[in-house]
Nanobody, 127 residues
Framework: QVQLVESGGGLVQPGGSLRLSCSASGVILNYDTIGWFRQAPGKEREGVSCVSSRDGSTYYADAVKGRFTISRDNAKNTAYLQMNSLKPEDTAVYYC????????????????????WGQGTQVTVSS
């Protein structure tokens, strides 16, 4: 049974940092593309970043480019999203997900391509 568990969310002031973790069981993250998504209240879930299992290539949505960094630790079967210079508009529930296609591209960072999802972790950026 595949299970993804996100952690690391919380309340942070604007300009602060958080590191989200996505711990996996029942699936080897090194074999799949990993995506991070977020959903703010009243909005659709949107793709934030992904990392390909094929070649390690990454993609970031324009809204987070230069501030967020996606990574994975294969030994721990865990993926991470380092979030710096956080803004109030980053407030959302953040989800990790896996895609067996092994591809990370702007057009495939979409919920329809991702197979397994975590339960989400809340990130609130507020003073």
């Amino acid at each position: 049974q595949v299970q993804l568990v996100e952690s690391g969310g919380g309340l942070v002031q604007p300009g602060g940092s958080l590191r989200l973790s996505c711990s996996a069981s029942g699936v080897i993250l090194n074999y799949d593309t990993i995506g991070w998504f977020r959903q703010a209240p009243g909005k659709e879930r949107e793709g934030v970043s992904c990392v390909s299992s094929r070649d390690g290539s990454t993609y970031y949505a324009d809204a987070v480019k230069g501030r967020f960094t996606i990574s994975r630790d294969n030994a721990k079967n865990t993926a991470y999203l380092q979030m710096n210079s956080l803004k109030p508009e980053d407030t959302a529930v953040y989800y990790c997900a896996t895609d067996v296609s092994k591809i990370c591209r702007p057009d495939t960072l979409d919920i329809i391509y991702y197979d397994y999802w975590g339960q989400g972790t809340q990130v609130t950026v507020s003073s």
